[in-house]
């Protein structure tokens, strides 16, 4: 009765999904218009080249792809013949994943959760599988895959205290989310019982750790790296890289920059936006400001105070060309965003208070004193003066942020054991 109760609803608000998606998002970024059949699950049944069943792979957006990457990498290695499905939510999500893997994956948006576009995606698709990244928690898709036999992973699992009393005032829906979870693969015991107090089996849990922290720089990246070193004079200039930074904090970033400019002045700051619809209003503030900037799509660098990063999928080679890192999202009340992008190249953390969709990282990275907090804006400044002005601190802090990174490292294996189950065993082990 509940998920009919929370169908129906979604039938009635229907037009105003359909005017945010394609008028209102679309507006921002054509993207949003593109596709937009696959909404309905409208998806091509000729997405791959032969009759194998595939296995979908649900990212929400750009962060959990960029996570999800060595996954299905290691996967593709294990199963060369294995088709793989990755779905998402978003344009910029849809970008990442044809550039991460070209062709050797199919991928396609994730129906919006009416029966009628999961019922007509699975008949089209007939995964034999769906994997569901993090906390993309649909109850159509999972009831009604679960109700054709079709097992689903929630992989990389992760639910805050503040998200489960949201599942606990919706209990009826809750459980049936819970029932529908053939096996959940959970970041830690605090997370995984969190999911267990909602309803899912224990015999279903399983604990292996984040796959966000299985990550390392490969050849290419590092080679971008060293080029982008070079290009901003890391040797000679003090280089802090803020990441995935939300309206509000822009303006603050610029303050703290500016005040770091009164003991620096040959200080650079990148600022990547996490939106790209963001990217212009950046600028503008840039504009009106005292600061010399250039545009990284531009590709015009020539000594500026700033360089405003309006570019895809570049920001973790960013971080790497800094001595410093601030992630965004976190001086205001969004949650944050992932630092393991910087702390995997050595570069240290500053964040603000707000991190809790990153419970599962933050406090470890914390303890092996890889990242520090602050308040507000004043703050970030006063620790961007204090690192600049103490270069071993500084190296520090980022050699214990990579060590964060290393000390958890293995999740990937343990989430590959457990989709071998769940695979056809005639594709290649």
Known sequence: MARIFYSLALIIISPLIVFYLYVLRGKKNSGYRAHFKQRFGFVSKSLFTNKAKP?????????????????????????????????????????????QFNNSVACCYLPIDFPFAITRFLKRVKPQAVCILETELWPNLMAI??????????????????????????????????????????HNK?????????????????????????????????????????????TERFIWVAGSTHPTEHERILEAHQQLLTKQPNALLIIAPRHPEQFDKVALLLEQSSLSF??????????????????????????????????????????????????????????????????????????????????????????????????????????????????????????VTIINQYLEPKHDR
């Open 55 to 99: 296995l979908v792979v649900h990212c929400a957006s750009v962060g959990e792809v960029l996570a999800a990457t060595p996954l299905i990498k290691a996967l593709q290695q294990a199963h060369p013949k294995l088709n793989i499905l990755l779905t998402c939510n978003t344009p910029t999500g849809r970008e990442q994943i044809v550039k």
């Open 294 to 415: 250039s545009r990284r799509s531009h590709n015009n660098y020539k000594g500026e105070q700033v360089v405003l990063a309006d570019t895809l999928g570049e920001l973790q080679c960013l971080y790497g060309a800094g001595h410093i890192s601030f992630v965004g999202g976190s001086l205001i009340r969004r949650g944050g965003h992932n630092p393991l992008e910087s702390a995997a190249f050595s570069v240290g953390v500053i964040t603000g208070p707000h991190t809790y969709n990153f419970d599962h990282v933050y406090p470890e990275l914390i303890k092996l004193k890889g990242a520090k907090v602050v308040e507000n804006g004043d703050e970030l400044a006063q620790q961007l003066i204090a690192l600049s002005q103490n270069s071993k601190a500084c190296a520090a802090l980022g050699n214990k942020a990579a060590l964060c990174v290393a000390n958890n490292q293995g999740a990937i294996a343990k989430t």
């Open 145 to 186: 895959s679960s109700k054709k036999n079709i097992p689903v992973l929630v992989l990389n699992a992760r639910l805050s205290e503040r998200s489960q009393q949201g599942y606990q005032k919706v209990a009826q829906l809750t459980a049936i989310i819970m029932r529908s979870i053939t096996v959940l693969a959970s």
């Open 190 to 234: 605090a997370d995984a019982q969190r999911f267990i107090e909602l309803g899912l089996n224990p015999q279903k849990s399983h604990v292996t750790g984040s796959i966000k922290f299985d990550i390392t720089p490969n050849e290419v990246q590092l080679n971008t790296v060293a080029t982008l070193k070079q290009l901003y004079n890391n």
